[in-house]
T-cell receptor, first 112, second 109 residues
Framework: EAQVTQNPRYLITVTGKKLTVTCSQN?????MSWYRQDPGLGLRQIYY???????DKGDVPEGYKVSRKEKRNFPLILESPSPNQTSLYFC???????????FGPGTRLTVT | AQRVTQPEKLLSVFKGAPVELKCNYS??????LFWYVQYSRQRLQLLLR??SRESIKGFTADLNKGETSFHLKKPFAQEEDSAMYYC???????????FGKGTMLLVSP
């Protein structure tokens, strides 16, 4: 089944403790991205990647890092999480010649 | 800079009533516009794209370049249409998808 998976689905952590949210897609998509969803703000793009080893900042990249060492994986790294990063995070992927983005199920992160 | 505006946070209608979810955009190039839907506890999924000009689940959306709008319409709302709807704009480089803040549609019986 074609899909985008994220792990973990739920995470509660403390300020400053490094964490990684994984994202994987099995559709051989070139394009992957991360969004955060906050009430009243909708979805905002954090980072995106056009292909392996090619990443770029989205609208709200501060406090986040990403890497794209393999085509299928696009992890989101929070080196020193803060409470304002408490949010619902979505990973998405898209083929180079297609327009539809496929979204993962979301990761709900709480930073205390 | 590209921007998508959805002026209504919440739209509440009765079953069978017409629905129009508003979306306005700001973009200097030729826009690619989409509507995404998020049902309760589900992931976002594409509802429709302006170029395809097709009707999905009874919804249609017409791109009006003069008014820079891409409103989503359905003549008769159903309870199962209750969801969060996001209008989104893709830039000409196909690298960035900018979302509006979303409109929650509630359809009451």
């Amino acid at each position: 089944e074609a899909q985008v998976t994220q792990n973990p689905r739920y995470l509660i952590t403390v300020t400053g403790k490094k964490l990684t949210v994984t994202c994987s897609q099995n559709m051989n998509h070139e394009y992957m991205s991360w969004y955060r969803q906050d009430p009243g703000l909708g979805l905002r793009q954090i980072y995106y990647s056009m292909n392996v080893e090619v990443t770029d900042k989205g609208d709200v990249p501060e406090g986040y890092k990403v890497s794209r060492k393999e085509k299928r994986n696009f992890p989101l790294i929070l080196e020193s999480p803060s409470p304002n990063q408490t949010s619902l995070y979505f990973c998405a992927s898209r083929g180079q010649s297609t327009y539809e983005q496929y979204f993962g199920p979301g990761t709900r992160l709480t930073v205390t | 800079a590209q921007r998508v505006t959805q002026p209504e946070k919440l739209l509440s209608v009765f079953k069978g009533a017409p629905v129009e979810l508003k979306c306005n955009y700001s973009y200097s190039g030729s826009p690619e516009l989409f509507w995404y839907v998020q049902y309760s506890r589900q992931r976002l999924q594409l509802l429709l794209r302006h170029i395809s000009r097709e009707s999905i689940k009874g919804f249609t959306a017409d791109l009006n370049k003069g008014e820079t709008s891409f409103h989503l319409k359905k003549p008769f709302a159903q309870e199962e249409d209750s969801a969060m709807y996001y209008c989104a704009l893709m830039n000409s480089g196909y690298s960035t998808l900018t979302f509006g803040k979303g409109t929650m549609l509630l359809v009451s019986p």
